[in-house]
């Protein structure tokens, strides 16, 4: 009896699978870029149990504050855990009542310490979160986009791609991708990315959604398909050309 209680307790005192430390519903790439009147992001709505397309009706991409916009790629729980404490973040900040509010550069400083905090502590926040805004600033309208990933390393960027989409979206940004963009024709490059992550990321699905911040506020417009195109030759058959057995 004395030797059966004491591995039990060998046993909830170490050598146990840490359920929590590993990511299961999980959402792919999220795009986003400055363009002349503010910034716009994009991500699909799509999440998986770890290769299984579980849910396709998952909004990804939300407003914080007034000011400013988030995106997640990764564990979807996780976002979740993170949009909590941007909650209680700014309701203390308007609380406070004293005409200010946080801005996108304020909120991804606060992000870049909660996930290296939880990294040091060995139990990351398992996403790559993607933060944007407009605010007023001493120069004027001062535009802001940045990211962090589940270690802390954070950057500011003109545009960014978080998951596949640093592979395969990031080479399209940066050849295409100039500062004086108006709104259509920086959902029309999002909208490319997206497509070509479509069509090579086994992980993202047809349904994407948009969001849009400028010194007005935030738009999240309702989710959409685009039109594609599987008669490539290398769809139908893409072992053509490939040496070997099979």
Known sequence: MGSHAEGGSQAAGGGQTQRTQYPYVTGTSVIALKYKDGVI???D???????????KSVERIKAVGKHSLIGASGEFSDFQEILRYLDELTLSDHMWDDGNSLGPKEIHSYLTRVMYNRRNKFDPLWNSLVLGGVKKGPKGDEKYLGMVNMIGTHFEENHIATGFGNHLAIPILRAEWHEDMTFEEAVKLVEKCLLVLLYRDRSSINKFQIAKITTE?????????LK???????????????VGSW
């Open 41 to 43: 992001m994009a991500c």
């Open 45 to 55: 709505t799509g999440a998986s149990y770890g290769s299984t397309l579980r849910y």
């Open 228 to 242: 594609t195109y599987w008669g490539f030759s290398h769809f139908e058959n893409p072992a053509q050309g490939a």
């Open 217 to 225: 506020g935030s738009t999240i417009y309702p989710p959409y398909s």
